[in-house]
């Protein structure tokens, strides 16, 4: 079963910078994705950034220029920098599972229960 650790949310002021951080543990499963989606209260749940296997990355519009997505094996990082208000959000990890074996193939997501990220004016 696939788990995903989530850490480093907090309160910042505006202009300010903070890392994400998220673990996945595969258990031999391929990650062939590794990405952060926000929530705002009242708001649907939209892409932040993403970032493939093979170092493909996508961006929000809302984000880009201003935060950055790394990957390092089953781990995934998003630096955030020049943060604003409207980035207030609770913050949540998301994978894309490729399962394999010699009978099927199937791919499913997995999330993260999310954390918060408040940023003051």
Same mark, same amino acid.
């Given at each position: 079963?696939?788990?995903?650790?989530?850490?480093?949310?907090?309160?910042? $002021?505006?202009? #300010?910078?903070?890392?994400?951080?998220?673990? #996945?543990?595969?258990?031999? &499963?391929?990650?062939? =994705?590794?990405?952060?989606? =926000? $929530?705002?209260?009242? &708001?649907?749940?939209?892409?932040?950034?993403?970032?493939?296997?093979?170092?493909?990355?996508?961006? #929000?519009?809302?984000?880009? #220029?201003?935060?950055?997505?790394? =990957?390092?094996?089953?781990?995934?990082?998003?630096?955030?920098?020049?943060?604003?208000?409207?980035?207030?959000?609770?913050?949540?990890?998301?994978?894309?599972?490729?399962?394999?074996?010699?009978?099927?193939?199937?791919?499913?997501?997995?999330?993260?229960?999310?954390?918060?990220?408040?940023?003051?004016?």
């Amino acid at each position: 079963q696939v788990q995903l650790a989530e850490s480093g949310g907090g309160l910042v $002021q505006a202009g #300010g910078s903070l890392i994400l951080s998220c673990a #996945g543990s595969g258990n031999g &499963k391929m990650l062939t =994705r590794l990405g952060w989606h =926000r $929530q705002a209260p009242g &708001k649907p749940r939209e892409l932040v950034a993403s970032i493939t296997v093979g170092d493909i990355v996508d961006y #929000g519009d809302s984000v880009k #220029g201003r935060f950055t997505i790394t =990957r390092h094996q089953d781990t995934v990082y998003l630096q955030m920098n020049n943060l604003k208000p409207e980035d207030t959000a609770v913050y949540y990890c998301k994978a894309d599972v490729r399962h394999a074996d010699p009978w099927e193939t199937y791919d499913y997501d997995v999330w993260g229960q999310g954390t918060q990220v408040t940023v003051s004016s």
